[in-house]
């Protein structure tokens, strides 16, 4: 009768315990489903919030995944963040839904990811890419060139209808243009930022003959030696003219815009050279550029990468390191020497920032900045 009681208090002390985990687990799951909803009711509302990015970011996203992930619902994370990309693009805010896939989602180099988030990461992408296409090709239908010149910059180029598009978008806007206005023509990098597209190069057209026009740069959009050693030079004979009609153009052009720019005869010195790309001389500088010779012309490219129009040299002063901004000129292509005690020293022309011509900056020096000239006809 013992044995049979002592058992029975075991019986019941083990359901006992098995009734308290059982409790105890039930609590914990209640608890866990809670958060889980509160975090999903954050996603919804995160949606709807107002006010800038960061703080949405803090209030609603950032407690919310880290929420999710903790109870182990970093599936639910992971798709959230998917259909935020697409978010992004269906507001057409199409930089931050790349962004957010390169720092949000793919976060390093040693992000690991499943095949299947690899195959939503490449159909979100797809998505924009739709997006942007569609938007840009309403814009040129709309005939606003160079909004839908920007969206196709985003996509493959080099895709035969893209490419297509891209011309109609150069070739109209310019056809329209006047004297004085501005265009894109070409591509180069601009904005120096690293890893994304060359941007288009903006031109000022500063004279039109029939179907034929001559652009320059709007912006100083390199540096260069007007020559590579100091000896006599001519624009004929010039490092830069090398450069301008072999490297740049190749930079700068592809086969249908080549297509479309003139040789031209260019008479420098009493000499003529025929040239794709070409510096303005003095004469054409007064003639054309009158009304834009004080613009502050430089393109961050070449202030920062080339220090062609602005750069910062540190000096010291009272043992102290002190930054100070320099303009630099930009190339003409007329040339000169001279006489030193130690020989000739040979130079070139240039336009400084307040719009004055000079004429004595060594040609062997790369602190002078480039605006390229160039004759196209557009049919």
């Known amino acids: 009768k013992k044995k049979m009681i002592r058992n029975a208090i075991i019986a019941v002390a083990v359901v006992i315990v098995a009734l ?43 407690p919310a995944y880290k929420t999710l992930n903790e109870l182990g619902y970093s599936d639910v994370v992971f798709a959230n963040k998917i259909d935020r990309v697409k978010g992004f693009a269906d507001k057409a805010s199409y930089d931050e839904a790349f962004s957010f896939i390169n720092t ?59 490419a297509k598009s891209v011309e109609i978008c150069q070739t109209e806007s310019i056809k329209t243009s006047k004297v004085g206005d501005v265009v894109r023509f070409g591509t180069y990098e601009v904005n120096c930022e690293s890893g994304d597209f060359d941007e288009d190069v903006e031109w000022i057209v500063v004279a039109k003959e029939g179907n034929q026009y001559l652009l320059v740069t709007k912006y100083i959009v390199d540096a260069y030696k007007f020559n590579a050693t100091n000896v006599e030079t001519t624009w004929e004979t010039s490092s830069i003219r090398t450069w301008l009609n072999g ?51 430089n393109s961050k490219y ?11 040299v540190e000096n010291k ?20 020497s001279v006489a030193l005690a130690n020989g000739a020293s040979y130079t070139a022309f240039t336009v400084d920032q307040d719009g004055v011509v000079n004429g004595g900056h060594d040609v062997t020096k790369a602190d002078a900045g480039v605006r390229p000239a160039i004759w196209i006809t557009v049919k």
Do not use: C, H, M, P
């Not at 709807?48 to 609603?60: N, Q």
């Not at 979100?124 to 910059?153: C, G």
């Not at 052009?253 to 003095?282: C, I, M, P, W, Y």
């Not at 002063?317 to 000169?336: E, G, P």
């Open 20 to 62: 308290l985990a059982f409790s105890a687990v039930s609590t914990q799951n209640t608890e866990n489903q809670a958060k889980y909803e509160k975090a999903i009711q954050l996603l919804e509302e995160a949606k709807t919030a107002e006010g800038d990015a960061k703080t949405i970011k803090r209030k609603y996203y950032t």
């Open 104 to 162: 949000d989602i793919i976060v390093d180099e040693e992000t690991i990811l499943t095949q299947a988030q690899t195959e939503a990461i490449d159909e979100a992408i797809t998505y924009v890419n739709s997006k942007i296409l569609e938007d840009a090709n309403a814009k040129l239908a709309a005939k606003n060139y160079y909004a839908a010149l920007d969206l196709y910059r985003y996509l493959d180029v080099t895709n035969t209808e893209i």
């Open 247 to 297: 490297e740049f153009v190749s930079k700068a052009f592809n086969a249908d815009e080549l297509e479309r720019l003139n040789t031209t005869s260019v008479e420098t010195n009493g000499k003529t050279t025929q040239d794709k790309v070409f510096l303005l001389s003095k004469a054409e500088f007064d003639q054309y550029l009158g009304n834009y010779k004080k613009l502050v012309l």
């Open 302 to 312: 070449a202030e920062t990468i080339k220090f062609a129009a602005e750069f910062e």
């Open 317 to 336: 002063v009272n043992d102290k390191k002190v930054k100070t901004s320099y303009s630099a000129a930009w190339w003409l292509r007329d040339t000169s």
